[in-house]
């Protein structure tokens, strides 16, 4: 089934037209709507939705698939979070507030384009190397929990990130993309995954077959997807900073499981070449994320210790 490509007209930014590129496949209105691109220094998700159309092309689809291919296209073409425009976090403006801002309109239109969906996949990347991982959303009742629990089980991620439950937690969540579009109904799937680097083969292929099984659970394919694995593990999430400028070098195995105290890796100061500072696990767990052999600057995020939720 061929996929159609079109635009969902956005605004008129001073001369400039913006759209939201939009690919629908299968027939009658989707009922599945895959995002990439929300934030312009993520590209993982579009090497996806580039996998998934082609996958998507060769089946017969029962209902509409949507991809909304770059959701953020002045942030993408900046390869920055958010554009210079309005230095505006998509993520953190919930449907925009009716505001003028270019990030806000897009915002906006991009929870438009899933409503009437059954479920939203929102993907983004980490820079840290990071397994196939979904959110828990914190603030939901039973009900909701349950559902989500569902399309985790289809979607059948290495790690689910089971937020906390502060009333911080709670806010974060309330202002973000995610929370917008479920105010309209539509049950939202928020999933990480590695930077274009690190982002291999069995990760592709991890992430292509949990989106096929949830386009198969709302009813847009009837045949057999491959079955689960299965061996997901659901953790809270503690995140580790570097400590200064320097180049980090990591040690400890990514997936493994660290003791408080363990070294996860050291960093080789600017000033002080051949005075490597050991950075520790903070708790006992599993080193879910973590970055590979990098630059790193004071404050940047180099590895995250997960603990059973
Ligand atoms: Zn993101």
């Keep these: 089934m061929e996929p159609v490509y079109h635009r969902l007209p956005v605004v008129d930014a001073g001369g400039m037209e913006l759209h939201l590129p939009i690919v629908d496949l299968g027939p009658g209105p989707p009922r599945v709507c895959v995002v990439a691109g929300i934030h312009g220094d993520e590209p993982s998700p579009l090497v996806l939705v580039d996998r998934l159309v082609t996958l998507l092309r060769g089946r017969e689809l029962r209902a509409g698939v949507r991809i909304v291919a770059a959701a953020n296209m002045p942030a993408l073409l900046q390869r920055a979070r958010w554009s210079n425009w309005d230095d505006e976090d998509m993520n953190r403006i919930g449907d925009g507030g009716g505001g003028p801002a270019v990030t806000r309109r897009l915002a906006a239109a991009v929870v438009s384009a899933c409503e009437g969906c059954e479920v939203a996949v929102n993907l983004h990347n980490f820079v840290m190397r990071t397994p196939l991982l979904a959110i828990m959303p914190p603030g939901q009742t039973e009900e909701h929990r349950a559902r989500h629990e569902k399309y985790l089980a289809a979607l059948d991620p290495h790690v689910v990130w089971v937020f906390g439950e502060t009333p911080e937690d709670h806010r974060a969540f309330s202002g973000s993309l995610d929370a917008a579009i479920e105010r309209r109904g539509v049950h939202v799937l928020a999933v990480e995954m590695a ?16 989106l096929m099984r949830v386009i198969a659970l709302c009813g847009c394919l009837d045949d057999t997807e491959r079955p689960p694995r ?28 660290v003791a408080a105290g363990d070294i996860v890796g050291e960093l080789i100061p600017l000033e002080r070449p051949g005075a490597r500072v050991p950075v520790y696990a903070p708790d006992p767990g599993w080193l879910i994320q973590r970055l590979g052999r990098r630059f790193v600057r004071p404050g940047d995020m180099i590895f995250t210790v997960g603990s059973p939720a």
């Design 230 to 257: 299965r061996n997901r593990i659901d953790v809270h999430r503690r995140l580790v900073r570097a400590p200064g400028a320097g180049i980090f070098e990591p040690l400890a195995e990514l997936g493994g499981k």
């Design 195 to 210: 930077d274009l680097p690190e982002l291999d083969e069995p990760l592709i292929a991890r992430a292509l077959a949990g």
